[in-house]
């Protein structure tokens, strides 16, 4: 089943001021005007709102960062994601490398996926390997981060769930997998949702890469890696490299 790329550019901590979001914002929009792909952007929580104004009459759509366990009360710090729904944000990402490097597990991941079902967000769950050995036990690490969805989630909301493939030592590193890394990885990904659904629940699951996607790169990765799209993190505060990788996906 051919369904259309999606391409969200993950910002993190980035830009500097709330002006420089709005005017990356609008430069986002004019860079991948005319484009037939899926796109959205993840700002910080504090642009979302401005950013959310923005981009409201473009095909752009809203992505968070993250979001909390919790579906509201005292969790001071703690962003729920009926605030985000409220905001009219469309996709979540969830589990982010970054995001379990400072603690958070698999069962951290399964809740705020769950809070982010309720309100109708998409989750975009991260997985990925730290660095890759010859026996390819990374695999075991990829399975169990997947494993931790099926487990809890039925055939129903795993549908709803994006899965992107982040391999650590490939983010903002400029050591991109090769598109043979990422075709193993989305066909071993698939067989790990075979085996738990059946083959067309698992191809029903956007898969995406995310791991220095660059405009040089996103040609082949896109054409060759079976993936859905890309999880853009530096490239993507670039409009014009953002775009061209949008583009790489048509
Ligand atoms: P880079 O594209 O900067 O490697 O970041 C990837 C990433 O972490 C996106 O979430």
Redesign the pocket.
Known sequence: MKKAPLI?G?W?LNPVSQKAAVTLAQATIKACRGTNASIAI?PPFVYLSDVSKKISRSKILLAAQDVSTEPLGAFTGEIAASQLRDLKISYV?IG???RRARGETDSDVVQKVTQALKNKLTPVV?VGEKERDAKGDFYTTVAKQIKALTAVFGTTDIKKIVI?Y?PIW?????K?ATVEDVKEMQLFIYSVLTKVFDRKVANSVKLLY?????PHNAKVLHADGGMGGF??????LNATDFAAIVKATE
Do not use: P, R, Y
Not at 170 to 174: D, F, L, N, Q, V
Not at 231 to 236: F, T
């Open positions: 969200i993950n993190k993840a990402i982010h490398s970054e991260c992107a982040e490939a983010i903002g590193t400029g991109t995310g791991g220095s996607v660059k999880l853009v993190g530096g490239a993507s």
